[in-house]
């Protein structure tokens, strides 16, 4: 439970999200005009029809031989700088857009108090996605309630007194365009209009109900409340927005925002509220955590103020409620039927927000979904398998046109509108392996849930023909013979070479799951031994430099004094799984993490509670969940870069769970990374591969007992200080529960 003592004065500090895939708004729980800042995912400007024209990223006309000529350069030169690279292989971008906010209810309540007394309390409820609002004014006791709701497609909202007929207030409409009508009529109010820069077409419809009293409808729009014992609304928008190359664009939104606010205003409250409390915890419920937290009676913002990072109940409560809020937040903003979750979830309250609120894919978009298998949200992944999905032809056209091959391809930042080309910030223009990457989420819901039909008609097409690209454009490294990435870039840092860590350990990642893949479903012998050969002449990425780092570039070029956000060369430690804990190369990937420092922005930050969690260092990953509470978290628990960015959330919920359990190797490791600091608790729900929810429980900083429950026929390798030998194989069987204590 997030609480708070005072209404929201800043909608990035201090508003509380709700959100049911599609749809989100925040609540502010301003008392004589209530703000509810809603959003409609797909509510963007850019893209075909845009006014700026729009080319998906792709050359305007064609450059023979320019990628040729940058490759040759860097073989005799060793390096390029940014700009260099992108004046002959970047373009300005046009047409890109940004997400919008799509409005703000307003909802005036006369006689309510302008400030708040102690009587009045802003909560969020993470387990039912219930916001409430409560205060008491001249004896009467006012509660409203918000959720938005998945199953309902709509936001929900109710006003209720303790007294009869205390519930007056005016309903309208805001929104900082000028590109909409508002039109009420009975207990209903429209928003119906087009983007000016691309025009989108979007409409919103909200209806409100009573309990006694009145609803009039006003010329200006709006709809008035008057008399009742209690009112509530139901909101319901969309966009004719379609996820289709090249046109982008579907059906009219009116039949279906009809349909959807209709059917809610149809049912009771109380129905569209229990289907929403109903649907979001039968997700949420399914992972609990007990790391000794004792919440006191503080609002949320003194709890972070006061925050330390030490061993105190109130400090383990932040941790654990900031865990759990992660997958709240991912429930809220990934669910079937909308686009995945953005830079900021879904929420938005700008019409140009940083970084076009868009999807960046050198990490960003793949962070939002590290603790989607882990902590038993499988499900919020869909919205991402079908963006991914959708990409792919138009990334064949960029592969075709702008490097000659066959496969897909998109570089590191994209939009709803299949932007897969390129743009002219030179240090974050070029980033092929973008798709290789985002593919690996696909292969490790296979590997998390085992399903061989979603392997064979999601997950592998997707892989690859990634892969294929990748074989078409692998280029041998005249200093040793190799197969390297050129032009590679290492994300925001340095210059161009050829063979950049990173580029190499996605590579390396995307052909060695592609390979297990393609035996797994029996493809053909001759693609299975391309893709052999190809590993066999890969550089893997992994070099170990002149002070024992793991380099990020092939040539020793690392600087022990930098402290670059950036720790891009450690992908295969995490999200990839080329390094193990207690090798080689685990040491010199902890010479690069510890040379660069525990600062950074709040997602980097996040990546660095995986990193030290993969290294089996627990009390440094929770020093880096201390530094990312104290230093890159807002009041309202939202990660900051800054500004807000999500991806910190959900990457600090997956560095969590990545010290309580671990099995990127096959092996079910059992509490690998427990800091000092959580000596005594419980997990129950995680998720293992191989199709196994485990729950452990700890004492004295040692595991007691843990509990594997299979929904597959297979063996499980478990490691932990249970066992005297350190691990124990159990013969799994799809259904069965198994308690493994010491030495059982």
Known sequence: MLHYRAPAADWERESLPIGGGALGANIWGTLASERITFNEKTLWTGGPGSAEGYDFGNWTAPRPGALDAVRARLDAEGSLAPDAVAAELGQARKGYGAYQVFGELRLDVPGAPAAPDASYRRALDLRTALATVTYTHEGTVHTREYFASHPGAVIGGR????????????????????DFTATATGDRLTVRGALKENGLRFEAQIRVRTSSGTVTANADGSLTVTGADRAWFFLAAGTDYADTYPAYRGEDPQRKVTAAVDSAAAASYEKVRAAHTGDHRTLFD??????????????TDQLLSTYTGGSGAADRALEALFFQYGRYLLIASSRAGSLP??????????????????????????????????????????????????????????????FGTAGWVVHNETNPFGFTGVHDWSTAFWFPEAAAWLTQQMYEHYRFGGSTDYLRSTAYPAMKEAAEFWLANLRTDPRDGLLVVTPSYSPEHGDF?????????????????????????????????????????LDPGLHTGSWGQLQEWKTDRDDPADTHRHV?????????????????????????????????????????INFW?????????????????????????????????????????SGMAEMLLQSQHDTIDVLPALPANWPEGSVRGLRARGGFTVDIEWARGTARRVVITASRTRTATVRSTLFASGRKVVRARAGRRYTLTPDS
């Open 341 to 402: 979750a953005n830079l900021q979830g879904v929420w938005n309250d700008s019409t140009t927000p940083p970084w076009s609120a868009d999807y960046h894919s050198n990490i960003n978009l793949q962070m939002n979904y590290w603790p989607a298998e882990v902590t038993n949200l499988a499900e919020t992944t869909a919205p991402y398998d079908r963006y991914v999905q959708a990409m792919r032809e138009p990334g064949r056209r960029t592969a075709k046109e702008m």
């Open 497 to 537: 070479t050829a063979g950049a860590a990173m580029s190499q350990q996605i590579v390396h990642d995307l052909l060695t799951s592609t390979l297990e893949a393609a035996r797994t479903l029996g493809d053909a012998p001759a693609f299975r031994s391309r893709l052999e050969k190809a590993l066999d002449r």
């Open 613 to 653: 969690a993969r290294l089996h260092d627990g009390d440094h990953a929770h020093k880096m969940l201390s530094e990312q509470l104290k230093n890159s978290t807002l009041p309202n628990l939202w990660d900051t870069h800054p500004p807000f960015q999500i991806d910190g959330n959900f990457g600090a919920t």
């Open 568 to 608: 891009s060369h450690l992908f295969a430690l995490h999200p990839g799984r080329q390094i193990e804990a207690g090798t080689a190369w685990a040491e010199a990937a902890k010479v690069s993490l510890t040379a660069r420092g525990d600062g950074g922005t709040g997602w980097s930050k996040a990546w660095k």
């Open 159 to 178: 006003l209720t007194a303790d007294g009869p007929g205390k519930v007056t207030f005016t309903l309208r409409y805001t929104s900082p365009r000028d």
């Open 286 to 299: 399914r992972v609990a955590l007990d790391i000794g937290q004792q919440l006191p009676d503080l609002p």
